[in-house]
């Protein structure tokens, strides 16, 4: 197994602005231990941030929220990149909808993605629909995810996705057990 981390929308609107909620917040302490877990493992951190346009799709459906250029739409400050992450913004509940995860994830060898981030049932759901369709392996950090409509949404990806479901303490055993590859 060769992982990447890919975190998904742990930006301002979504922890301190219009859309947060209490689920979110407590998402912060597991993801920074899960973002600090890859760092030191050496493995690839990727972001993926909604920075939208006012005719994006979602705008219809959410109203504004993390528009490009605004606060909303930059990582919190509690989990910010650091130089050797990737950082990509996005206009789609999908990480992989008009970007270049795809892209970057190959070109690192990675078969594998880890999902943490905001909404487990929304933008992380879809990433993982996407991950799925590019033969990507799926490992969702159910402490680092929030669900926003679906309390349900553990069965769905284990059952839909084949992913996997991890709590953030299982993380770096994990990563030693698979003798990852760097």
Avoid at 28 to 33: D, E, H, N, T
Avoid at 72 to 99: M, N, Q
Wanted: negative net charge.
């Amino acid at each position: 197994m060769k992982p990447a981390l890919v975190v998904v929308d742990m930006v301002n609107e979504f922890i301190h602005g219009r859309l947060a909620t209490p689920e979110a917040m407590k998402t912060v302490g597991p993801a920074r231990k899960v973002i600090e877990t890859f760092r030191r493992s050496g493995l690839p951190v990727v972001y993926v941030n909604d920075s939208h346009y006012p005719d994006d799709p979602e705008i219809r459906i959410w109203g504004r929220h993390s528009m490009k250029g605004d606060d909303g739409s930059e990582v919190i400050d509690e989990i910010r990149p650091s130089a050797g992450d990737y950082v990509l913004e996005k206009h789609a509940y999908s990480g992989f909808y008009g970007t270049n995860l795809d892209m970057i994830l190959r070109a690192n060898g990675i078969d594998t993605v880890v999902l943490i981030g905001l909404d487990a049932d929304i933008c992380v759901r879809h990433t993982a629909a996407d991950a799925l369709y590019r033969n990507y392996r799926i490992i969702v950090v159910e402490d680092a995810v929030a669900a926003r409509i679906d309390p349900n949404w553990k069965d769905y990806f284990t059952r839909v996705y084949g992913a996997t479901v991890k709590r953030s303490d299982e993380i770096e055993g994990m990563l030693q057990e698979d003798q990852i590859e760097t």
